[in-house]
Nanobody
Framework: VQLQASGGGLVQAGGSLRLSCAAS????????MGWFRQAPGKEREFVAA????????YYADSVKGRFTISRDGAKNTVYLQMNSLKPEDTAVYYC?????????????????WGQGTLVTVSS
């Protein structure tokens, strides 16, 4: 599985962005998908996850109510809609795919990673 993340950019606080992660491979529909982020000088952290069916989602407390993860099986793509962005959301955002199929907040449970897309939120 190859993952290609896109959609990052510079936005003012309070604004919105939608990240996309396009996946190759016919097995995409059976994979759980997650978004993680890494700010400069910090550890990579969980943001959001969705199970293989799209029926279960999890969010980090810091983004709950502002971010929404979704997936489109026909397009082999997972999205992260980010609203009400804050300067502390500034980071490189990575998408990941897990063969286990269920949504997970645990970085080590994901098997494939995209290259990351930079989100910068100005105050």
């Amino acid at each position: 599985v190859q993952l290609q993340a896109s959609g990052g950019g510079l936005v003012q606080a309070g604004g919105s962005l939608r990240l996309s992660c396009a996946a190759s491979g016919r097995t995409f529909r059976s994979y759980a998908m997650g978004w993680f982020r890494q700010a400069p000088g910090k550890e990579r952290e969980f943001v959001a996850a969705i199970d293989w069916s799209g029926g279960s989602t999890y969010y980090a407390d810091s983004v709950k109510g502002r971010f929404t993860i979704s997936r489109d099986g026909a397009k082999n793509t997972v999205y992260l809609q980010m609203n009400s962005l804050k300067p502390e959301d500034t980071a490189v955002y990575y998408c990941a795919a897990g063969r286990f199929g269920r949504a997970s907040m645990t970085l080590e449970e994901y098997d494939y990673w995209g290259q990351g897309t930079l989100v910068t939120v100005s105050s």
